[in-house]
């Protein structure tokens, strides 16, 4: 429990910290300044990991965790390679957030902030979801099968649709219009304004409400996942947290460059399926911690690269035309 109130108070700290005193204006995050907050957060992911290893190794400030739970190494690997499915498979989240803040139309300037309490409510929403799944895997172990079938049925899906998200056709933001007055006008960053003596949310609010929902439908393919590399709700629950923390410096790093990592959509089909066969394959093949998170880095790498070599290439054929 101990363990469990310094996480959140760590955790909380730095959020606070981030939008009270890093982020306390609202403006515009460059790329270079996304990059450099990308860096940080996957520090300060890292560095938690290395906290991982003394709780499970050595037992840190009286950590006891479940019975048959990993050693301090394998648990290292577990987190890691839990933070980066969930940090490769927030890459599709990014573009969906896009989509959203184009169609609302919200400045750039007052995009970080509905991304900062879009985490916080995707962090409530996501703990929840954890501690149901694994009740349900600690209650019923052929939960494995469905878990590695919702995730392959995810990589075929994605692999056959062509579809954009679409905010105007979502039943969220028909279902706002009727419990509560929206306005179509902005009011700087609040979520919240006065219309005619009224209080109205404003369309920063509903731009939220729409991230967060975008964030629990792609929950329901990586919590799956995460579950093929760990069991234990605290290496779960952590990993995913921190991954989140870093979407929004994420964000801004990638969002203006979609086009140019055109095949990171294939690198996550093929992610989802190699977790979901792993799932799958539980009781009968045991595939190595360290030889996941290697399959992972190489799937992302493959995408990267042959994103920015085809983009290289269209470069030189446009110039040299």
């Not at 409530?124 to 009740?135: D, E, F, N, Q, Y």
């Not at 172990?141 to 692999?159: H, I, K, N, Q, T």
């Not at 030889?291 to 995408?303: H, R, Y």
């Amino acid at each position: 429990m101990l363990v469990w109130i310094g996480f959140f108070a760590i955790f909380l700290s730095v959020l606070v910290l981030d939008l009270a005193v890093l982020h306390r204006e609202s403006r515009t995050m460059s790329v270079r300044q996304a990059l450099g907050w990308t860096v940080v957060w996957i520090c300060v992911a890292m560095a938690f990991g290395g906290l991982v290893y003394g709780l499970y190794e050595y037992h840190w400030f009286g950590w006891r965790p479940d019975p048959g739970a990993p050693g301090g190494t394998q648990a290292w690997l577990e987190y890691v390679t839990g933070y980066l499915l969930e940090w490769s498979l927030s890459v599709d989240n990014i573009f969906v957030i896009a989509v959203i803040f184009t169609y609302m139309k919200i400045p750039a300037q007052y995009q970080y902030r509905v991304l900062f309490w879009g985490i916080v409510g995707a962090i409530v929403l996501r703990g929840v979801m954890i501690a149901a799944g694994a009740a349900l895997i600690h209650a019923f172990d052929w939960m494995f099968y469905v878990f590695g079938a919702v995730l392959l049925l995810s990589a075929a899906r994605m692999l056959k649709s062509d579809e954009e998200f679409d905010p105007s056709t979502s039943v969220l933001v028909k279902i706002s219009r009727r419990i509560y007055p929206l306005t179509d006008n902005l009011d700087g960053d609040r979520f919240f304004t006065t219309v005619n003596g009224a209080r109205a949310a404003t369309p920063l609010f509903v731009t939220l409400l729409l991230v967060d929902f975008a964030d629990v439908v792609f929950a329901v393919d990586s919590i799956p996942a995460i579950f093929a590399v760990t069991k234990d709700p605290f290496i779960v629950f952590t990993s995913n947290a921190f991954a989140i923390l870093g979407l929004r410096a994420m964000y801004f790093a990638i969002a203006g460059l979609m086009v140019m990592f055109r095949y990171i959509k294939y690198s996550l089909i093929f992610i989802l399926a190699f977790v979901g066969v792993k799932m799958m394959l539980h009781h009968h093949l045991q595939i190595p911690h360290a030889l996941s998170l290697g399959i992972i880095v190489a799937f992302l790498a493959l995408g990267v690269l042959a994103s920015l070599w085809v983009s290289r290439r269209e470069q030189q054929g446009q110039s040299g035309g």
